[in-house]
């Protein structure tokens, strides 16, 4: 299996966010899980691939050239893909992957998940989408997913078809018995 995982170029304030990242990262390298991830070498995307790549796992980042040349991308990782622009660096990704992570993050973490999960509800694939909710970084975001369904602007199983844990092993189950629902049309 192979995830993508979106999640800051910042550590955040928190270290538990560090530590947590450290923990998953190690989780998925000891389960075989490949990773896919934005290619840069700061935050909590560094975190997570230095941890995958010192447990044994396969990391795969994806940058784009202007990324690049702020040197920012990550030398030590198994495999660094240099692409055009965003819009290709999260195509890429999402070719690549078997699932869709988003661990804590800023305004493109949260781009990334939802620009896949709207594929997901728009049957563009059938992969599943998660919130590794650590800390419970998440729940007002889950809070404004159920006033959105409760309002009328979104269907209850889109909102039900995002992944909501802070635990790796039921991360990881959910993911792999994960099942779309219909297509939206």
């Known amino acids: 299996m192979t995830i993508a ?3 800051g170029s910042s550590a955040g304030n928190n270290s538990e966010y560090e530590q947590r990242t450290k923990d998953f990262g190690k989780f998925l390298a000891l389960n075989n899980i490949n990773v896919v991830y934005g290619g840069g070498r700061v935050g909590l995307m560094g975190v997570l691939a230095d941890t995958v790549i010192e447990h044994g796992g396969k990391v795969c980042g994806v940058i784009p050239e202007k990324l690049k040349e702020k040197e920012l991308e990550h030398t030590g990782i198994t495999e660094l893909r240099v692409v055009a622009d965003m819009h290709e660096r999260k195509a890429t990704m999402a ?4 699932a869709f992570v988003a661990l804590p993050g800023g305004a493109g973490t949260l781009e990334e998940i939802f620009e896949v999960w709207t594929w997901a509800q728009l049957g563009f694939h059938n992969k599943p ?3 590794f909710n650590i800390n419970g970084f ?9 006033t959105m369904s409760l309002e009328g ?4 199983e889109y909102v039900d078809m995002i992944i909501n844990t802070d635990c790796e092993d039921k991360l990881l189950e959910t ?3 994960y099942q779309a629902p219909k297509h939206k049309w």
């Open 5 to 7: 995982v979106y999640c």
């Open 95 to 98: 070719e690549l992957s078997d």
């Open 129 to 131: 989408c998660a919130l």
């Open 138 to 146: 998440y729940d007002k975001l889950i809070d404004m997913l159920e």
């Open 153 to 156: 602007f979104l269907k209850k």
């Open 175 to 177: 993911l792999q018995k």
